[in-house]
T-cell receptor, first 112, second 119 residues
């Protein structure tokens, strides 16, 4: 069935360094890939998304890359700050369905 | 900024009891969803709802589950007879539209979740 794998499960970086989180999806028909950030006690909040007709998208310190051939996509956070500390989820969705298939999440800790 | 809200934040119930989890989607949104997350596991899709009908559901969403939009603002998830394995965080989400037919273009906005504990 459809599956999204996410790595690493935890990631610690020094403030100012970059963080990279990787996801792999199984359904080649997936065409929309959102990334969510979840802070303690809050619901997942969208931070960036990418559609299958582009290979890269950037929004200030956050970027996402997509490799359709390899069926993987990655989140890149540059110049990390303590407030970037949270759990990050990737997800994949396919047109014609309503559901998101989520990865298992990555707990990012930015050390001051 | 409009938000999806959920109540209660934490619900404790005895096995076999019925629970109703409540959500208020963003006001001009038309598509509604429930997901759950068992502790330490993935966020899993349960059901989507549009125009007073279930549009898609997962294998998790069996006869013990039901959804309803009882009025113009609330969207509820009912579990008829809770089991221990129903203990999880339940998230409601909504979207304004489904977007283009060929590619999903509308983001799902999530609520803060309800933690359900079944004893």
């Amino acid at each position: 069935g459809e599956n999204v794998e996410q790595h690493p499960s935890t990631l610690s970086v020094q403030e100012g360094d970059s963080a990279v989180i990787k996801c792999t999806y199984s359904d080649s028909a997936s065409n929309y890939f959102p990334w969510y950030k979840q802070e303690l006690g809050k619901g997942p909040q969208l931070i960036i998304d990418i559609r299958s007709n582009v290979g890269e998208k950037k929004d200030q310190r956050i970027a996402v890359t997509l490799n359709k051939t390899a069926k993987h996509f990655s989140l890149h956070i540059t110049e990390t700050q303590p407030e970037d500390s949270a759990v990050y989820f990737c997800a994949a969705s396919t047109s014609g369905t309503y559901k998101y298939i989520f990865g298992t999440g990555t707990r990012l800790k930015v050390l001051a | 900024e409009p938000e999806v809200t959920q109540t209660p934040s934490h619900q404790v119930t005895q096995m076999g009891q019925e629970v109703i989890l409540r959500c208020v989607p963003i006001s001009n949104h038309l598509y509604f969803y429930w997901y759950r997350q068992i502790l330490g596991q993935k966020v899993e899709f349960l059901v989507s709802f549009y125009n007073n009908e279930i549009s898609e559901k997962s294998e998790i969403f069996d006869d013990q589950f039901s959804v309803e939009r009882p009025d113009g603002s609330n969207f509820t998830l009912k579990i008829r007879s809770t089991k221990l394995e129903d203990s999880a965080m339940y998230f409601c989400a909504s979207t304004k539209d489904r977007g283009h037919l060929l590619i999903n273009t509308d983001t799902q906005y999530f609520g803060p979740g309800t933690r359900l504990t079944v004893l």
